[in-house]
């Protein structure tokens, strides 16, 4: 399996074009992760692409990640990307064993966050957050009330991060692909604070 290979997955089950950004934006923290981690780059970041192909099919916890399962190992998906998969949420009862699936439960949802705090910024860029902005909007509850703050520290403490060095990491991999996911500013080009 290939990047290639996983994008077509992606296509052929997710409409949602902010579903798929989501899915690219995990991607890239997940490539950002490989890179630091001294990891095999493109599994991290196929991992990160594939996350959530089944979730307009299997759109509830009962049935995803778990019946997309079968569907990846038909598409020959290594095992280790599809066990990091079903881990990547705590209602799987699936145990993350290996770095990649922490990794994956640790960039996953706090993409989402970044990219609500992206999208209320006046810029519209991500080129111009700081992880000062995103401590602000984490102690607000009605920001974003569906993260689940609480999941996210855990999750970076299972990876074994700090969390505000993590969403600076997620912010730097995310930036790498601002254009590509809507958020370089309504100009295209955002600046940098």
């Not at 990794?103 to 992206?118: F, N, P, Q």
């Not at 810029?123 to 984490?138: A, F, P, Q, R, T």
Request: proline share 3%; with cysteine.
């Amino acid at each position: 399996m290939n990047r290639d290979q996983a994008l077509e997955i992606v296509r052929q089950y997710i409409q949602s074009e902010n579903l798929v950004n989501h899915m690219l934006a995990t991607e890239a923290a997940m490539g950002y992760y490989a890179v630091l981690l001294q990891q095999d780059v493109e599994q991290w970041k196929i991992t990160g692409l594939l996350h959530d192909f089944d979730w307009e099919i299997h759109p509830d916890a009962d049935s995803h990640p778990s019946q997309g399962a079968p569907i990846l190992r038909e598409f020959g998906v290594d095992e280790e990307i599809i066990q990091a998969i079903l881990g990547h949420g705590s209602h799987t009862g699936v145990p993350r064993t290996t770095l990649l699936a922490k990794a994956l439960y640790a960039c996953d949802e706090i993409t989402g966050l970044i990219t609500a705090c992206v999208l209320v910024r006046p810029s519209k860029s991500i080129n111009d957050l700081e992880v000062s902005s995103v401590k602000k909007k984490w102690k607000n509850f009605n920001f974003a009330a569906g993260a689940n703050r609480y999941e996210m520290e855990a999750a970076a403490a299972e990876f074994g991060v700090d969390l505000w060095e993590h969403v600076g990491n997620i912010i730097a991999s995310m930036r790498s692909i601002a254009g590509q996911i809507g958020l370089a500013g309504e100009n295209g080009s955002g600046t940098i604070a």
